[in-house]
Every structure is written in C-alpha cells, then in structure tokens.
C-alpha cells in the first residue's frame, strides 16, 4: 500500500498528542500543518483538509477540555473524521443467486478484478463463472479466459459476436448451474451517451443484483466526477478501486467516492487474483496506522477507573499528598488493562516502540511493577504515607526488600521513581490549575515506565 507514508505521519500526530505535556498552539498548529501537507500528498481534497484542521485547531482551544480528556477527545476526532473522509462502509448480501456487471472505462481492471473476485467468493463457498460481453476489443475474451484459467473458474465466451445480449442469451441456461454470475463489459475512453445506453441495456437484461464501477487508483480525485456519473446515470451500486499498490494519490480516489455517496466495496493490490480486499474505512485506518484499535484503548482506559476512586485521588491531590499507596492503586489500574505488551501495543504509537525494545524488556519492566507492588505490601502503614521516612532509616529498607523477596536497590529505586512522579505531578498540577485526576497520573505512570526502560 502507497499510502504508508500517510500513516506514518497519522501515526506521529497522535505520538505527538498523547505525549505532550501541554497541548498549546504551536504544537497543535505544528501538528495540523504535518498533517495538511501528508493528506494533501495522498489527494485528499484540499477543502476537505482544511475542514479537518479547523476542528482540531478548535478542539484545541476549546477551554471545558482539560489534560489527558483533552488529548484523547482530540485523537478520537482525528480518527472519526479520517474514517469519515474515507467514506461508509457497505456490507455486501449475497443471495442464492447473484450478477456482478463490471462497468468502468478502458484499462481500468474490469477484467483482472473478476478473477480476482471470482476468487474470492470461491474461497467463501460460491459457484462462480464469468461471462464476457466485452465485444469491443478482439482479445478481450481470450484475456478474459485466461484470467479465469488462472482462477479456476468456468468462463463463457464467443469471440466471434458482435451484440453482448446475444452473448448472454447463447449461455443463460448454463448458468442456473452457478450462484455468483460474473459478467465482463466493455469500456469507452470516457462515460458516453453509448456506454450508458450499453450498461442499462446489459444491467437490465442479466438482471444484475450488483453493478460495480472498476477504477484506477491513479487518477486520484478524478474518481469523484466519474463515479458520480456512473452512479446517476448508469445505476452503479458500488465502487472496486484498483491499483492501490502502485500510487501514493489512492486517498484521492477513495476520498473522492466518498464525497459522492459512491461506496467502495472492494479495493484491488496488486495483479495477481489474491489481491483483492474488502474495503472498511474503519480497519483501512487502523492498518495505516499499525496500531491496534484506539477505540478499545480508550474503553478499557476508562473502565478499569472507579469513579469514587477518581473523586479520592483528585481531592488527595489536591492537598499536594501523592504517597505509594496512590502510586500502588495506579500500577493495579495498569494491570486491569492487561499485560505490559497488550497495553503498549494499543497506545498509540508505542506498538512501534514495543518491538523495538522486544519482548525480554517488556517482561522486565512487568516483573519491576510486580516488585514494587511486593515492596509496597511489606512496608507499613506509616512508611507508605511517608516515605520520606525510608531514605534515612537503611534498616527500614533492609526490612522490606526481605520482606518482599527483592534486593534494597529495588527498593531504593522505588522510591527514587515515586519522588520523580510526585515532582512531575506537582509540576503538572500546578500548570493546569491543580485540578487532576487519575487518567493524567497513568498518562504519568507510564511515561516514566518509559523513561527508566530506555
Ligand atoms: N498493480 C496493479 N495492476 C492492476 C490492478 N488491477 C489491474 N491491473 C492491471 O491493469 C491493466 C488493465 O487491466 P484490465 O483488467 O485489462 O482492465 P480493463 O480494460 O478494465 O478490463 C492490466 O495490466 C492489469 O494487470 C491492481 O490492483 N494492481
Ligand atoms: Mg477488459
């Protein structure tokens, strides 16, 4: 896929908002002005850009968001209105009986698609043959044949007829023997008076349950004028895009259907007949970012949080207090999502830094949560309240490595990590008026998990 370069910039902006410490304008205008110029190479229509940019830049501002709500409020509308861009996705029924007509013009993949459809549905348990009433080109039907070879699917042609409807008739008796009937069709240099008539005559007389609209990927936001024509005035019910592999303006062509209510059904990768993809904006997205599904994270995020729990911390915190016991609650909070790799792989961003750091890593960093929770359930009541008192008493910090079957730098580290985060908490609280709660200390908590791993 051509647009991985788009990802890869989708992929930092959210990197970008999920870090930051403060979202204020110039990273926000920073952020939007990266993802003009990305969406903007991939074809996507200008005023369709800008409409993206002027909401992020308003959610931004928008003064009754605050901290990590903000940041995930903001990440959410970025992916809803990218999946919005890309269009609808529609579900294909098939019946006991069914006629794809395969429209579009010259050299737009009707005919390699239906081997790639033919396929497709073979491998989903349909009997499927393709009939060509392309008349128009003189190798059209052995091309055709070949493509169906290859498929292994049964294939009717007459290379000698000049009228597809008598193609059709010559053969109708034979495909009551198949549930999924293929028809090939000839294409023009543009959508014509004659072509149209053609379709409708063909449309009619095979009575097609679909038609489908074969084009291009490369010609980017011309698919919008095209697919608006074919769906008016030649009744097409969906879109199969080819070429998605070999151009970088395929976020034209499927941005462009979109705008004409013109759904994708199919998109084509490549020429072999394996290449072919369902197409659903929602997954299309979630695989140009290579992360796992951001709605999940953010569902579990918001879980596994007691509401009670958030009211406690936000007053604790108020009074200035963050002690181990609060630190132990948010590494309980961390594991409810489920183990340290699952949880990396659905941040945004950090599947990326997940393999970097491999699998070894991450089961250290899981067993280190799994010893300061030990340490913190051998120390006192007093000590978890104050630990402060830790650092003077040594004997206090043999005592609980003991107890807790680790070694006294363990502990030490422990409580150095739990003073960094009560810094970085006051330091943030104070920065957005002290109010905070528990989802920004597990923001926090994981990025200084970070930090003590690289
Ligand atoms: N790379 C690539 N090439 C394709 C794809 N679909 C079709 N093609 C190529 O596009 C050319 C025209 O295809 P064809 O099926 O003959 O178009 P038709 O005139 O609409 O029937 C052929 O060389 C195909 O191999 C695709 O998804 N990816
Ligand atoms: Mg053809």
Known sequence: MVLEKLGSVLRKTTDKIANAVFLDKNLVDGIVKDLQRSLIEADVNVGLVMELSKKIKQAAVDERLKGVEKKEHIIKLLHD??????GKKRDLVLGKWDVFLLVGLYGAGKTTTIGKLATYYSKRGKKVCAVGLDVHRPAAPEQLKQICDKAKIDCFIDAGEKDPLKIWKKFENEFKKYSLVIVDSAGRDALDKELISEIKKIAKVVKATESFLVMQADIGQAAKEQARAFKDAAGVTGVIITRMDSTAKAGGALTACAEVEAPVVFI????????????????F?????????????MEK?????????????QEKLQSGKFTLRDLQTQ???????GSMDKVLGMIPGLGKVKDKIGEGAL????????????AINSMTEEEIENPEILEKQTSRIQRIAKG??????????????????????KSQGAMIGGKMDQKMIM????????????
């Not at 995020?301 to 911390?313: G, N, T, Y």
């Open 81 to 86: 209105e990218i999946v919005m861009i890309l």
């Open 285 to 297: 997205l979630s695989r140009l970012l290579g992360m796992g599904d951001l709605k999940t994270l």
């Open 331 to 337: 590494l309980e909070g961390m594991e409810g999502l």
């Open 404 to 425: 807790a079957g680790c070694s006294t730098s363990d502990i030490r580290m422990l409580i150095k990590q739990w003073k960094m985060l009560k810094e970085m908490i």
């Open 443 to 454: 923001k926090l908590a994981r990025k200084f998990g970070r930090k003590m791993r690289m």
């Open 363 to 374: 089961e250290g960093q899981q067993a280190k949560v799994k010893k300061w929770k030990h």
């Open 268 to 283: 084509g990768t490549g020429e072999t007949p394996a290449d072919l993809e369902t197409f659903d904006p929602e997954s």
């Open 301 to 313: 995020i918001h879980s596994v949080m007691d509401e009670k729990e958030i009211q406690r911390q």
